[in-house]
């Protein structure tokens, strides 16, 4: 089991910038990849970027391509998501999540993720 805590939200204004960061810790060789998800009021839970642990590949949902960076330090066993020219459709709790080695889905599906942080709050004002 890998335990994931995540930080940096906030309340911004439209235009700007937040960082978010998730430390992991406990089994974390079993990382596969590393996921940033998010999810509004109402609406279901959303992939919105991964990155892979050992390579760094990258997967990016369009909506943020552009806009938004996932990356990894490995030896703070820490990936960020540095968030720039965020809008209000942007607002929602942001969950990082682990999927680890053994899984059968893909980077972009909630499914595949076995590990979860317990969020944190991105609000953009308009």
């Known amino acids: 089991q890998v335990q994931l805590v995540e930080s940096g939200g906030g309340l911004v204004q439209a235009g700007g910038s937040l960082r978010l960061s998730c430390a992991a810790s406990g089994r974390t060789f079993s990382i596969l990849t590393m996921g940033w998800f998010r999810q509004a009021p109402g609406k279901e839970r959303e992939f919105v970027a991964a990155i892979g642990w050992t390579f760094g590949n990258t997967w990016y949902t369009d909506a943020v391509k552009g806009r938004f960076t996932i990356s990894r330090d490995n030896a703070k066993n820490t990936v960020y998501l540095q968030m720039n020219s965020l809008n209000p459709e942007d607002t929602a709790v942001y969950y990082c999540a682990a999927n680890?080695?053994?899984?059968?889905?893909?980077?972009?599906?909630?499914?595949?993720?076995?590990?979860?942080?317990?969020?944190?709050?991105?609000?953009?004002?308009?």
């Open 100 to 126: 680890l080695y053994g899984s059968n889905g893909r980077p972009v599906e909630v499914r595949s993720y076995a590990d979860w942080g317990q969020g944190t709050q991105v609000t953009v004002s308009s």
